[in-house]
């Protein structure tokens, strides 16, 4: 059965940092381009990051360019999101997505077959 688990989230101050994690199973991600998105209350789902098959592409969504990073891990057929300098409107859930056939998936979530539950983050004083 494929999967993939979100993990890492949780409540976290203005200026703070978390790292949320994305774990596949019944799959090995390496064949799979990788996004990071989030959806706040009331809110649509939005793209917020994404990383090719190799991870030498990443892209980013303007909101979080310069405080967030993408990365992964595929001996770990794992993918990471580091998130520093958080503020209050990065509250969320964030789902981690694989797309199946593209080296490169951008932020549309339309391009992304595989979905995790997600994981909720809070950032609040």
């Known amino acids: 059965q494929l999967q993939l688990v979100e993990s890492g989230g949780g409540l976290v101050q203005p200026g703070g940092s978390l790292r949320l994690s994305c774990a596949a199973s019944g799959f090995t991600l390496d064949d799979y381009a990788i996004g990071w998105f989030r959806q706040a209350p009331g809110k649509e789902r939005e793209g917020i990051s994404c990383?090719?098959?190799?991870?030498?592409?990443?892209g980013y969504a303007d909101s979080v360019k310069g405080r967030f990073t993408i990365a992964r891990d595929n001996g770990k057929n794992t993918v990471y999101l580091q998130m520093n300098r958080l503020k209050a409107e990065d509250t969320g859930v964030y789902y981690c997505?694989?797309?199946?056939?593209?080296?490169?998936?951008?932020?549309?979530?339309?391009?992304?077959?595989?979905w995790g539950r997600g994981t909720q983050v809070t950032v609040s004083s």
């Open positions: 990383i090719s098959t190799s991870g030498d592409s990443t």
């Open positions: 997505a694989a797309g199946r056939g593209y080296h490169y998936a951008g932020l549309a979530p339309s391009r992304y077959d595989y």
